[in-house]
């Protein structure tokens, strides 16, 4: 691991919700991903923390229909210590096209909507776009939300070595642009390569410690 830069030593699945009541405990700072249906949020996950098969992946859009908790222990090396935190990343369903009807998809507007307004230990949104397509209107609706919501919001362009790397430049320069972000709130991820992966680890660190979240274990 790079020297004083944090890295996921370890993760595990807590439990699955609907409800404010099923929310896991004890309370950690909470890190949730949302994106449109089959924006490769598991497969992200499952880079992000090295697990192989701790997010299911699935070729079915909408396969996620709960808020998925897992609990995360980071870990960062300094000339002074060794620092530990643990945080809660939430896998939350997606927006967009979903094999469910009618009923299912207000259900799950219903909680997800809970959650993202009411949550107390929401730190940081890490909204998934898949870089190869245009933004689409439901990815502005969703951010705009979030922002509307007082939430902190990061930009993921996911499946960025599905393109070329100017490709994956141009795109990323023209989602900037469409949503006014800084360099610091958004993030091409390309799940092979693994400085990438660092560096989105220690952007969600960056912001977790600036809003006083993350209590460090020395």
């Known amino acids: 691991m790079t020297k004083e830069h944090w890295d996921v030593i370890r993760a595990?699945?807590?439990?699955?919700?609907?409800?404010?009541?099923?929310?896991?405990?004890?309370?950690?700072?909470?890190?949730?991903?949302?994106?449109?249906?089959?924006?490769?949020?598991?497969?992200?996950?499952?880079?992000?923390c090295r697990r192989n098969g701790l997010a299911r992946?699935?070729?079915?859009?909408?396969?996620?229909?709960?808020?998925?908790?897992?609990?995360?222990?980071?870990?960062?090396?300094?000339?002074?210590?060794?620092d530990r935190t643990q945080f809660y990343l939430v896998d939350l369903p997606g927006y967009g096209f979903a094999r469910t009807n009618r009923k299912n998809k207000e259900q799950w507007s219903g909680f997800i909507r809970n959650?993202?307004?009411?949550?107390p230990n929401l730190a940081l949104v890490c909204q998934l776009i898949d870089i190869r397509h245009d933004l689409m209107d439901s990815?502005?609706?969703?951010?705009?939300?979030?922002?509307?919501?007082?939430?902190?919001?990061h930009v993921v362009l996911t499946k960025a070595d599905k393109i070329s790397k100017n490709a994956a430049m141009s795109q990323l320069a023209a989602?900037?642009?469409?949503?006014?972000?800084?360099d610091e709130r958004i993030t091409a991820y390309s799940v092979p390569q693994p400085t990438m992966r660092l560096n989105f680890i220690n952007c969600i660190m960056k912001r977790l410690e600036a809003g006083s979240e993350v209590n460090v274990e020395a």
């Open 175 to 182: 989602f900037r642009k469409a949503l006014n972000l800084s």
């Open 57 to 82: 992946v699935s070729s079915s859009p909408g396969k996620t229909q709960t808020l998925n908790f897992y609990k995360l222990e980071a870990k960062r090396t300094t000339e002074q210590a060794e």
């Open 139 to 153: 990815d502005v609706e969703a951010y705009n939300w979030l922002l509307q919501c007082g939430l902190d919001v």
């Open 12 to 48: 595990e699945f807590v439990t699955s919700a609907v409800r404010a009541d099923q929310y896991p405990k004890p309370y950690l700072p909470e890190v949730a991903f949302i994106g449109r249906s089959n924006v490769g949020k598991s497969s992200l996950i499952n880079s992000v």
């Open 115 to 119: 959650y993202l307004e009411d949550a």
